[in-house]
């Protein structure tokens, strides 16, 4: 198969429904948020994650491809009968727990954290306001376009992203600059 179809040298793109939408639609928006966040997550691990970490967004770059389909699909064609494209309230549980777990690394916070740290952390908050921007363009397709199980995963996320990159600049011995 070439990587190259020809099918969107007109400017739309065909979602998995067969439904054909302009590629600047807002659905196509969102999943392209997404698309932009796991390469984000490529970033963060070329930079070096320490491999507790490393091991959960290879994880969710698997989420987020899931993520991805359930979104480019707006008739829930794949969401039902493909086990890889499901995300749901376990997923959101698991964020949790690795939330839980970094925390205790931290000391509480009081103040804004000004982003930066070490490579690896601050591609992580860089991957933070990308996955923030992807949660706002799936909130704006409507409450009927976007499973909220969907929705509370990418916030989750962002607050797995912070703890993240709070973390692995820390155990780099980075100090926190505080606004």
């Known amino acids: ?16 429904d067969g439904t054909r939408v302009p590629k600047a ?3 196509v928006e969102a999943y392209g948020d997404v698309d932009e966040l ?4 490529g970033v963060a691990l070329a930079a070096g994650l320490d491999p507790d ?21 707006p008739s829930g064609r794949i969401a039902g009968r493909v086990v890889k494209a499901t995300l749901g309230a376990q997923d959101v549980e698991r964020l ?4 839980d777990q970094l925390e205790t690394e931290l000391p509480p916070l ?12 601050a591609a992580l908050h860089v991957a933070r306001t990308v996955c923030r921007r992807a949660e706002r363009r799936m909130v704006a ?6 499973a909220p199980e969907l929705l509370a995963y990418v916030n989750r996320l962002s607050d797995l992203l912070f703890v993240a990159a709070r ?3 820390r155990r780099a011995g980075e100090p926190e600059s505080e606004w």
Not at 110 to 121: E, I, N, S
Request: charge should be negative.
């Open 141 to 146: 397709l409507g409450p009927e376009a976007v």
């Open 110 to 121: 009081h103040r804004f954290v000004l982003p930066g740290g070490c490579p690896a952390g």
């Open 25 to 27: 639609d807002p659905r």
């Open 1 to 16: 198969m070439k990587i190259y179809t020809r099918t969107g040298d007109q400017g739309d793109t065909g979602l998995l």
């Open 38 to 41: 796991n390469a984000l997550l």
């Open 53 to 73: 970490i490393a091991d959960w967004i290879v994880a969710i770059q698997r989420d987020l491809l899931a993520l991805g389909g359930r979104l480019a699909d």
């Open 167 to 169: 973390v692995i600049s």
């Open 96 to 99: 949790e727990a690795w939330i």
